[in-house]
C-alpha cells in the first residue's frame, strides 16, 4: 500500500460547482496535512494546512482531516475556471520530520 | 523579494553529459529541497538539506549529487545524464517553525536523448 493515495482524475465540473479532492495515507505518524495547487507548467504553491484532524476554512477552500479514517479532504465551493490546476495533497510527520510525502495530484478543470 | 528562483528553464542534454541546476532563495529558509516530477508521478524528492554544508539523500537520489555552501544557493549537479532523468525538476525552500510550508521555484524541465 503506498503511502498516500490520490485519485488523479481527471476532474471536470461546470463553474459553480461543489469540488471534492481526497487523499487516503498509511502512515499514522502524519500530523501536518498540505494541499498544494499547481497550474500548468507551474512550481506548486501551498493553498491550506491543517495540523492533526478537524476542519479549516479560506474563503472558499475547506480543508478537512479524518485521522480516524486517515482521509483527507479539500472542498472548493462556487468553483471558478480560475480554479483549473492540478491539486496535490501533502503529509509531514512534523517536528523534526520536516519531509513531505505528496499524492500524485489530481488535475481539475472548471468549465465556464 | 524574488522567492525561489530557477535555472535554465529548459534543456536538452545528451546521453552521458552532465550538467548543473541552480536554486537560489532570497527569504534566508534554512530548508532547501530538490524534487522531480514526472508525469502523474507527483513529486519525488531528491536531495534536501536543513542549512549551509548540511545535505542528505531523499527518496531518489541515484544520479545526483549536491552541495550548499551558502544559505541561498543549492545546486543539483546529474552526472552522466540518462534518458531516466528525463523530468521536471523543482527547487523549495522552507523555514524551522513551519518547515512544512515549502515554497517551490518556477521548475527546471529537462530531456535527455
Known amino acids: 500500500q503506498k503511502e498516500v493515495e490520490q485519485d488523479p482524475g481527471p476532474l471536470s465540473v461546470p463553474e459553480g460547482a461543489i469540488v471534492s479532492l481526497n487523499c487516503t495515507y498509511s502512515n499514522s505518524a502524519f500530523q501536518y496535512f498540505m494541499w498544494y495547487r499547481q497550474y500548468s507548467r507551474k512550481g506548486p504553491e501551498l493553498l491550506m494546512y491543517t495540523y492533526s484532524s478537524g476542519n479549516k476554512e479560506d474563503g472558499r477552500f475547506t480543508a478537512q482531516v479524518d485521522k480516524s479514517s486517515k482521509y483527507i479532504s479539500l472542498f472548493i465551493r462556487d468553483s471558478q475556471p480560475s480554479d483549473s490546476a492540478t491539486y496535490l495533497c501533502a503529509m509531514s510527520g512534523g517536528g523534526s520530520n520536516y519531509k513531505l510525502t505528496f499524492g500524485k495530484g489530481t488535475l481539475l478543470t472548471v468549465n465556464p | 523579494n524574488a522567492g525561489v528562483t530557477q535555472t535554465p528553464k529548459f534543456r536538452i542534454l545528451k546521453i552521458g553529459q552532465s550538467m548543473t541546476l541552480q536554486c537560489t532563495q532570497d527569504?534566508?529558509?534554512?530548508?532547501m529541497y530538490w524534487y522531480r516530477q514526472d508525469p502523474g508521478m507527483g513529486l519525488k524528492l531528491i536531495y534536501y538539506?536543513?542549512?549551509?554544508?548540511?545535505?542528505d539523500k531523499g527518496e531518489v537520489p541515484n544520479g545526483y549529487n549536491v552541495s550548499r555552501s551558502t544559505t541561498e544557493d543549492f545546486p543539483l549537479r546529474l552526472e552522466l545524464a540518462a534518458p531516466s532523468q528525463t523530468s521536471v525538476y523543482f527547487c523549495a525552500s522552507s523555514t524551522t517553525p513551519a518547515p512544512y510550508e515549502q515554497y517551490f521555484g518556477p521548475g527546471t524541465r529537462l530531456t535527455v536523448t
Open positions: 527569504m534566508n529558509h534554512n530548508y
Open positions: 538539506s536543513v542549512g549551509a554544508g548540511i545535505t
